[in-house]
Structures are given as structure tokens and as C-alpha cells.
């Protein structure tokens, strides 16, 4: 379940900037990509509420509900079972109860793995998009996108993305392989927030007793 929050998470911030230039995808696709980046630009800091699903096809192999403070690339999470500090060059992860804190150091390659919203670089990549209009899963009329890989190969094989008439991102649900699939709800947004930079670093005054071990 770790791997699949993070894989949800980080991606958030990679949205930030978002670039809808690849040439011959749906210009009205397009359009409603580039306001939703331009809301989540304009945003600024912001705090989202989140719940976060693994699926193999349509069973349910586990899911968990939290929060994520993101602030360009940074980013604090905190989860039922799990905290996570990213300062836009090392993460730390540790499980809630546990004395124990992994530090890490993620390449581009593990950031983008790890991130639905990482459909920020999806169009450099060879996707192709479309949409429709019509009820969202949370009830409320917008836009529902989809995006698939132009080869099968591909980590990311396809995506299904949920905006709002507000262009705010309501459900992000991604495949790998045939049949796995990560999603992740926002339940709530909110921008314009303000952290200090120490919020995106591990803090070690605060958990004196935990054993930080380096995997960079």
C-alpha cells in the first residue's frame, strides 16, 4: 500500500506544470487540460484530502484516506498508517508506530512512477486524449478524460481523469500492466496555503528515537 500511495501522491506536484503542447491530440480536450493545470497553478501552496485505492481490475486490494500539503515540488503526507516528508530531493517515509525512517533520494524516473498526476509529462510520452461531458463520480457535472498509451509497453498504460465545471481534479485512476490499477479522490482542495520550508524535511527533534536508515 505504500508503493500505491506514493505512486498517487507525488504526481501532484508534477502537475503544477502541467504542458499540453504535443500537436494532433483533441483541441477541447486540450482546452479543459490546460485550465485545469492553470487552476492548480494559480492555486499556489495548497492542502488536499485525499483517499487512495489499489485495484486489480475492479476488486479492491486495499485503500487509505489522508492529507498532503504540496508547495512546487514539495510535499508533507501524512496517511492512516503512514507519514511522508519530500523536500524536492529527499524523501523520507515512516510508518506510523514504527521507530524506523527510510531516506531516500528519487530519480525522475521513480518521481514520475510514482506520481497520477504524473500525466503532467504524459503527452511527451506518446498519449493520445479524448473526453466526454457528464456526471462525475462525486455527483456534479464536468468533464471526464481519457488518456492511452500510443505503446502497449509503456509503464503507464491508461488513465482516467475527473474535472469539475470549476476545472478542479475530482478522480485520478491509473493502469499499469493489464489489470492493476491505482485511484486517487480528492475530497477536498485547498490553495493559497502557506508552509514554512522545515514542513517538507523530516523532523528529527520531534521523533528523537527513530532510526534513520539511508538508502540513498
Excluded at 78 to 87: I, V, Y
Excluded at 125 to 139: C, I, R
Amino acid at each position: 500500500m505504500k508503493r500505491i500511495v506514493l505512486f498517487l501522491i507525488l504526481s501532484f506536484s508534477q502537475f503544477l506544470v502541467l504542458n499540453t503542447s504535443a500537436a494532433g491530440k483533441d483541441r477541447e480536450t486540450r482546452k479543459v487540460l490546460d485550465a485545469t493545470a492553470e487552476r492548480i497553478r494559480k492555486a499556489g501552496a495548497l492542502s488536499i484530502q485525499f483517499t487512495a485505492t489499489s485495484l486489480l481490475g475492479n476488486v479492491s486490494q486495499g485503500s487509505t484516506s489522508g492529507t498532503m500539503d504540496i508547495s512546487g515540488r514539495k510535499f508533507f503526507m501524512k496517511t492512516e498508517d503512514m507519514l511522508t516528508w519530500f523536500d524536492g530531493k529527499t524523501q523520507w517515509t515512516m510508518e506510523i508506530g514504527d521507530n524506523e525512517v527510510d531516506m531516500t533520494e528519487p530519480t525522475g524516473t521513480e518521481l514520475q512512477m510514482i506520481n497520477p498526476y504524473a500525466f503532467v509529462n504524459i503527452y511527451k510520452q506518446g498519449f493520445n486524449y479524448k473526453m466526454k461531458q457528464g456526471t462525475l463520480s462525486n455527483g456534479k457535472q464536468g468533464y471526464k478524460i481519457i488518456l492511452n498509451a500510443d505503446n502497449a509497453k509503456q509503464d503507464i498504460r491508461e488513465m482516467f481523469l475527473e474535472v469539475d465545471k470549476q476545472y478542479n481534479p475530482v478522480r485520478i485512476s491509473i493502469r499499469q500492466g493489464k489489470k492493476q490499477w491505482v485511484r486517487l479522490v480528492v475530497n477536498r482542495f485547498s490553495g493559497g496555503q502557506s508552509f514554512s520550508a522545515d514542513h517538507f524535511t523530516f523532523p528529527k527533534s520531534k521523533y528523537p528515537k527513530a532510526e534513520i536508515i539511508d538508502l540513498r
